[in-house]
């Protein structure tokens, strides 16, 4: 079975710091795999989504960048944060065949910045 | 006008009702439809999918789309309160891309 895994679980940050998240996915090859991010009280908003090594979209302008250096990983980096990258991070993944479309969330990285 | 709308509740109903969540969407090429179930401070998880038009039946949920209107919706029956949580409705935009509501919250109370 397929799982999805996240680092660190939470994380406190100043203002300017950097930032570096990672998900990974096991027991599936070639994932779509996607950064999500949740404010408070509110709705997911697509950051970046990719469908290979190497092949990054990002859905959002702001600070944040993505990149897959391997198959089944995905990293949310930021050089220099903002109070506003506050929020509950998550990575999610989906097939690339006939199921693609479903997607499947990670445990998210609740990141408070200050 | 959002390309996903849902009421924000809290939507309360008792034990053992039946709970009905709504969601609307914009764009009328979208194909797919989704039902997520969050926990506060949980990621979503996956409920139910949903491609053609009707109902869909899964144990105590069933969804329901109708595409002509641009509406579907969740029925959740013999309502729990361990199904208290924010139900997040989910489309598909294309290109294997989600696009979600802001969620409705549910309470079920004993």
């Known amino acids: 079975s397929q799982t999805i895994h996240q680092w660190p679980a939470t994380l406190v940050q100043p203002v300017g710091s950097p930032l570096s998240l990672e998900c990974t996915v096991e027991?599936?090859?070639?994932?779509?795999l996607y950064w999500y991010r949740q404010a408070a009280g509110r709705g997911l908003q697509l950051l970046f989504y990719?469908?290979?090594?190497?092949?990054i979209s990002s859905e959002v302008p702001q600070n944040l960048s993505a990149s897959r250096p391997q198959d089944r990983q995905f990293i949310l980096s930021s050089k220099k944060l903002l109070l506003s990258d506050s929020g509950f991070y998550l990575c999610?993944?989906?097939?690339?065949?006939?199921?693609?479309?479903?997607?499947?969330f990670g445990p998210g990285t609740r990141l408070l910045v200050l | 006008q959002k390309e996903v709308e849902q009421n924000s509740g809290p939507l309360s109903v008792p034990e053992g009702a039946i709970a009905s969540l709504n969601c609307t969407y914009s764009?009328?090429?979208?194909?797919?439809f989704f039902w997520y179930r969050q926990y506060s401070g949980k990621s979503p998880e996956l409920i139910m999918s949903i491609y053609s038009n009707g109902d869909k039946e899964d144990g105590r949920f069933t969804a329901q789309l109708n595409k002509a209107s641009q509406y579907v919706s969740l029925l959740i029956r013999d309502s729990q309160p361990s199904d208290s949580a924010t139900y997040l409705c989910a489309v598909n935009r294309g290109y294997n891309k989600l696009i979600f509501g802001a969620g409705t919250r549910l309470a079920v109370h004993p």
């Open positions: 990719s469908v290979g090594i190497g092949q």
């Open positions: 764009d009328r090429v979208s194909q797919s």
């Open positions: 027991g599936t090859s070639n994932p779509n």
């Open positions: 999610a993944w989906s097939d690339r065949g006939g199921t693609g479309e479903t997607q499947y």
